[in-house]
């Protein structure tokens, strides 16, 4: 569907069609009946401006009558967000792709707290690409190379990659030395991610669905530099198997156990590094290869 309203600050209106049935009169009643008391004062002035609007653009007043199927656009308020002083670099551009190099503590797309401070929105703004969108994601802590698509027409088909397990990915963590850990190691488990929870939990028993290859690289006193392949694509994959390994990455806020860190807090960046991605294009056969810039830390032993 075709939002009524534009983008702003390159962020989409919110929608929400009214479900069939409920003890809604109004659609005032319904919205507010959405919202904790706190933040009432705040829809009545939205209606009042003319911010909640139907299909057409036209406004809807809290008193129109509730109509199940009725379609409300809005914009919804940005929580305040503290600037991530780190720039997003880019690798390359034309007019279907923007390949990026991530820096840590940028999340990919907008969530919870993190709008205007991701990559999507900024780069929405710095690249005067109202339709891009990212083809897959990087978590916050994790840097590196991340693929966006610039032409909503040719999304699909490089989505299908992604899909398809058609993209192959390498990534470089920084992690303890472990003793006996062989030169390779393929790390395979149950993985699922339980909404709420920070972790993911790892399934004793059950068909493994998440599956990584661990190469030591080099060791450097008490810490190795590892290269990661992960094989599927799920959430906090690579970070839980080396956790389970006994070697969790530097500075990981999530694993093995949960850490506090202070919003603003900049100084303890996790060392994971998405090094690179390869593919065959689908739009022309050509080889695609995007390597990472950026550089992990090693600790002080």
């Not at 703004?125 to 840097?143: G, I, V």
């Not at 690579?238 to 999530?254: E, F, K, M, Q, T």
């Given at each position: 569907?075709?939002?009524?309203?534009?983008?702003?600050?390159?962020?989409?209106?919110?929608?929400?069609?009214?479900?069939?049935?409920?003890?809604w009169?109004?659609?005032?009643d319904?919205?507010?009946a959405?919202?904790p008391?706190?933040?009432?004062?705040?829809?009545?002035q939205?209606?009042?401006?003319?911010?909640?609007?139907?299909?057409?653009?036209?406004?809807?007043?809290?008193?129109t009558?509730y109509r199940?199927g009725?379609?409300?656009?809005?914009?919804?308020?940005?929580?305040?967000?503290?600037d991530?002083?780190?720039?997003?670099?880019?690798?390359?551009?034309?007019?279907?792709?923007?390949?990026v190099?991530?820096p840590?503590?940028l999340?990919?797309?907008?969530?919870?707290?993190?709008?205007?401070?991701?990559?999507?929105i900024?780069?929405r703004?710095?690249?005067?690409?109202?339709?891009?969108?990212?083809?897959?994601?990087?978590?916050?802590?994790?840097?590196g190379?991340?693929l966006?698509?610039?032409d909503?027409a040719?999304?699909?088909?490089?989505?299908?990659?992604?899909?398809?397990?058609?993209?192959a990915?390498?990534?470089l963590?920084?992690?303890?030395?472990?003793?006996?850990?062989?030169?390779?190691?393929?790390?395979?488990?149950h993985?699922?991610?339980?909404?709420?929870?920070?972790?993911?939990?790892?399934?004793?028993?059950a068909?493994?669905?998440?599956?990584?290859t661990?190469?030591?690289?080099?060791?450097?006193g008490n810490?190795a530099?590892?290269?990661?392949?992960?094989?599927?694509?799920?959430t906090?994959q690579?970070?839980?198997?080396?956790?389970?390994?006994?070697?969790?990455?530097?500075?990981?806020?999530?694993y093995?156990r949960?850490?506090?860190?202070?919003?603003?807090?900049?100084?303890r960046?996790?060392?994971?590094?998405?090094?690179?991605v390869?593919f065959?294009?689908?739009?022309?056969?050509?080889?695609?290869?995007?390597?990472s810039?950026?550089?992990?830390?090693?600790?002080?032993?």
């Open positions: 569907m075709r939002p009524p309203l534009p983008r702003r600050l390159g962020l989409d209106p919110s929608w929400v069609r009214l479900p069939p049935g409920g003890p009169s109004t659609v005032g319904f919205v507010n959405r919202v008391e706190r933040q009432r004062e705040r829809v009545a939205m209606f009042a401006t003319g911010e909640y609007v139907d299909d057409a653009g036209a406004a809807i007043a809290p008193e009558p199940p009725l379609t409300i656009w809005f914009h919804r308020d940005l929580p305040d967000e503290i991530v002083p780190f720039d997003v670099d880019v690798l390359y551009a034309d007019d279907h792709l923007v390949v190099d991530k840590h503590f999340a990919t797309m907008p969530r919870g707290r993190h709008v205007r401070q991701t990559v999507l900024r780069l703004e710095q690249l005067d690409l109202p339709d891009l969108s990212p083809l897959h994601r990087l978590d916050r802590d994790t840097a190379v991340l966006l698509a610039a909503p040719v999304r699909g088909a490089y989505q299908r990659l992604f899909q398809e397990r058609q993209v990915k390498s990534y963590a920084v992690a303890p030395h472990r003793d006996g850990l062989a030169e390779t190691v393929e790390v395979r488990s993985l699922v991610k339980h909404r709420g929870v920070l972790q993911v939990q790892e399934v004793d028993g068909t493994p669905n998440a599956h990584t661990v190469k030591y690289v080099a060791g450097y810490s530099l590892y290269r990661c392949v992960p094989h599927t694509g799920k906090h690579i970070r839980a198997h080396l956790a389970s390994l006994g070697v969790p990455i530097l500075n990981d806020p999530l093995p949960v850490v506090d860190r202070a919003p603003g807090d900049f100084t960046p996790m060392q994971l590094l998405a090094e690179s390869r065959t294009d689908p739009l022309t056969g050509a080889a695609r290869e995007f390597r810039r950026r550089r992990l830390s090693l600790p002080p032993d």
